[in-house]
């Protein structure tokens, strides 16, 4: 069982904007800024997108976003492309050793 | 560029050992700690363990400690994942990380990572 919850699944058509959602407890994602988040693309070695829950490493479009309120942290991908179909994991410091990941979420670019 | 490079894919059957590797170029290698992450077939990431190639000093989450180990050689910047008798449980593919962290093996983030090897366990 993941530390983190995220859908399983999540769409959208070529253009549009997506949320995926990453939430967690009071004692990661609500406690710290320290919220990360990967592309996994069959084949390819996965890609840090988002680190310290908004910022974008050199290289990732701005279309990538993120947010966090609360316990939740959210990854945006606006005007979607068809290479943006990938999974989408988030991880969160949690003041222990060990960096927990969320089950994942299947981006569909319809 | 920072890159990490893993071996390729394995076929073995249950029982038998391996290891594999991954590679670092383009950054002090043994400055960086480096992690190990499971993807079991349709599954989601699991953090395996960490080393700090620098001194060798490894961390491994509960789920996996004495079933692998995790091991650096600095001087050819290569980190190694091994199992002593593999299992059908353990085909999987495998990914090397470089870790960013905030206390001493205490990682927050992961980058780059290595393409992963795909190890597959069957008689």
């Known amino acids: 069982q993941s530390a983190l919850t995220q859908p399983p699944s999540a769409s959208g058509s070529a253009g549009q904007s997506v949320t995926i959602s990453c939430t967690g407890t009071s004692s990661d994602v609500g406690a710290y800024d320290y919220v990360s988040w990967y592309q996994l693309h069959p084949g390819k070695a996965p890609k840090l997108i988002i680190y310290e829950v908004t910022k974008r490493p050199s290289g990732v479009p701005d279309r990538f976003s993120g947010s966090k309120s609360g316990n939740t942290a959210s990854l945006t991908v606006s005007g979607l492309q068809a290479d943006d179909e990938a999974d989408y994991y988030c991880t969160s410091y949690s003041g222990t050793s060990t960096l927990g990941f969320g089950g994942g979420t299947k981006l569909t670019v319809l | 560029e920072v890159q990490l490079v893993q071996s390729g894919a394995e076929v073995r059957k249950p029982g038998e050992s391996l290891k594999i590797s991954c590679q670092g170029s383009?950054?002090?290698?043994?400055?960086?700690?480096i992690a190990w992450v499971r993807q079991m077939p349709g599954r989601g990431l699991e953090l395996m363990g960490i080393?700090?190639?620098?001194?060798?000093?490894?961390r491994y989450s509960p789920s996996f400690r004495g079933q692998v180990t995790i091991s650096a050689d600095n001087s050819i910047t290569t980190a190694y994942l091994q199992w002593s008798s593999l299992k059908a449980s353990d085909s999987a593919m495998y990914y090397c990380?470089?870790?960013?962290?905030?206390?001493?093996?205490?990682?927050?983030?992961?980058?780059?990572w290595g393409q992963g090897t795909l190890v597959t366990v069957f008689s």
């Open positions: 383009g950054y002090n290698f043994g400055n960086y700690w």
């Open positions: 990380a470089r870790t960013v962290s905030i206390l001493r093996g205490v990682p927050v983030r992961l980058d780059p």
């Open positions: 080393i700090y190639p620098g001194d060798s000093d490894t």
